[in-house]
Each structure stands twice: as structure tokens, then as C-alpha cells.
């Protein structure tokens, strides 16, 4: 089975193009690539960022999937309005899985940018996702709204649903408690996937490695629900061994689901 990823490169290899490809290596997805930007990055931080072109983003993904019988897509970072736009006009003709890891970073304060990205976002890529994975600060943005309650998550996952998106994953690192929750959400119900939170500063990476594992699991034809449980799986396993390098925020540890034959106790409740 064949995934591919479009997202910015991590030069430390704990986030991105290099998680992403890790991670469906460990999970037997043979994995294709988009680059979007280039950074000089390590645990410790982002300590510059090199943006490819708009047009030599579009050049590579349809390169891929000129060629390769792509059967799951992610996005990560895609940096600015433009690359959004020219990756749409590719993605809405592909008719497999497309998961939006809606990556926000920070662009020294050029704010209109950041606007016209996430409006981009908004009104383009998400009408044509599978599945959206916010984690909490990144659904303020694309909502404009507080998100910390029960009531907040609920509301912030309708809206999101409302643009579009068939599946929403309302992802709880962020918030506090013994135990981390993630909720997905879509048109009609939703369920909550719980595992034990892990105290460690060793999370660099960790969206891109849950949405990565996400769409490897789908590209081998896992059903949605059964493909989001391995994926909780897959993180909380990454977390829960650390590989305790880098002087900063290190990276998870990508091999640890083989290791532990996916072995993980995840409570599900359906509601």
C-alpha cells in the first residue's frame, strides 16, 4: 500500500515529512512525499524556515500521483494560501482518504499571511478532507473561539463539521487530567478514545505522527473507527517510550508500536 504526505521538512526528525515517513514505514505503508518548506529545526525549536514554491509543490504532488496508486493522503504544514490552493486543485480530483493535520506555525507576526491561511484552509481544503485533527489551540484558530469544555469541544467540532469535513478528531494533549482524551466526531454521533497521559517533555511530533499513523492505517484499508484506535495506539506508545534525545522537547519514539506488537489499552466509549 502506498500513503502519501505533504508537509514541511524537520530537520531534527521528530516532526513532518521525516515523522510521517517513519511512521508509515513502522506501519508497512510504503511512503511518497510532498515538501512544502524546509526548516532548520531541532528539539529546541524552529530556528528558520525556507518555503518552496506554490507551483514546485503542485509539480511534486502531481508527479506522485501521476505515478503511484496513492490510497491516503495527509497534509501538514502547507505554509501559505497559495500551496493551499494548488494543492486543492489537485486533491479534489483524488477520490481516497484525505487527512488535514492543520498545522499552524508562526509567521514573525505577518498576520494578514496567517489569515489568508487559515481562510484558505477554511474555505478550500476542508470542504474536501476526510478527516480534520486539531488539537486544541489550533481549533481556537480555525474557530475563533475559547475551546477547554466539554460544551466548547462539542460546539467547535460542529462547526468544523459544518464546513465540510466528514470526520473530526478534537484532540485533548493539551488540556489537563490524569488521562488523555481525544474525541472524534462526525455528522450523527461521536466516540472518545482515553489512554493514560504520560509526564514526559518528549511529544515533538506528536500531531504529525497521529495523523501519520491515521492515514497509513487507512491506506491499508482499515475501516475509519478501527484505523483511529490503532493511531491512538500508535501515539500513546510513542510517548510512553521515550527516546530521550535532543537537549529540548525531544522527538516520539516511532518504533515503538512494532515493539510492542501494538499492544495498548485503549478505552473507548461510544456515546
Not at 184 to 206: A, E, I, S
Not at 223 to 236: G, R, W
Amino acid at each position: 500500500m502506498i500513503a502519501c504526505t505533504i508537509a514541511g521538512s524537520d530537520s531534527g526528525g521528530g516532526a513532518g515529512i521525516q515523522a510521517d515517513l517513519k511512521t508509515f514505514q513502522e506501519l508497512g505503508v510504503f511512503g511518497t512525499s510532498v515538501i512544502t518548506a524546509l526548516t532548520a529545526q531541532n528539539t529546541t525549536g524552529v530556528h528558520g524556515i525556507f518555503p518552496i514554491t506554490a507551483s514546485f509543490v503542485q509539480a511534486q504532488l502531481k508527479a506522485v500521483l501521476d505515478d503511484f496508486d496513492v490510497k491516503a493522503i495527509k497534509t501538514g504544514m502547507l505554509f501559505d494560501a497559495g500551496i493551499i490552493e494548488g494543492v486543492v486543485a489537485l486533491l479534489k480530483e483524488q477520490q481516497v482518504p484525505l487527512i488535514v493535520d492543520p498545522v499552524m506555525i508562526a509567521k514573525g507576526g505577518a498576520s494578514l499571511l496567517q489569515q489568508q491561511e487559515i481562510r484558505a484552509m477554511k474555505e478550500q481544503l476542508l470542504p474536501i478532507a476526510t478527516i480534520c485533527t486539531p488539537n486544541i489551540p489550533e481549533a481556537e484558530v480555525l474557530t475563533g473561539r475559547t475551546v477547554q469544555t466539554k460544551q466548547q469541544i462539542d460546539q467547535a467540532a460542529g462547526e468544523l463539521l459544518a464546513l465540510g469535513v466528514q470526520c473530526v478528531v478534537m484532540k485533548g494533549g493539551h488540556l489537563d487530567g490524569e488521562l488523555a482524551t481525544d474525541t472524534v466526531y462526525w455528522n450523527g454521533g461521536h466516540f472518545t478514545m482515553t489512554t493514560p497521559r504520560v509526564q514526559t517533555k518528549d511529544t515533538h511530533g506528536t500531531g504529525c505522527t497521529f495523523s501519520a499513523a491515521l492515514t497509513a492505517q487507512l491506506a491499508k484499508g482499515l475501516l475509519m473507527k478501527e484505523a483511529m484506535i490503532e493511531a491512538k495506539k500508535f501515539i500513546h506508545l510513542a510517548i510512553s517510550n521515550p527516546l530521550s534525545i535532543g537537549q529540548g522537547h525531544g522527538p516520539t519514539n516511532h518504533f515503538a508500536y512494532k515493539c510492542a506488537e501494538g499492544k495498548c489499552e485503549v478505552l473507548i466509549y461510544e456515546s
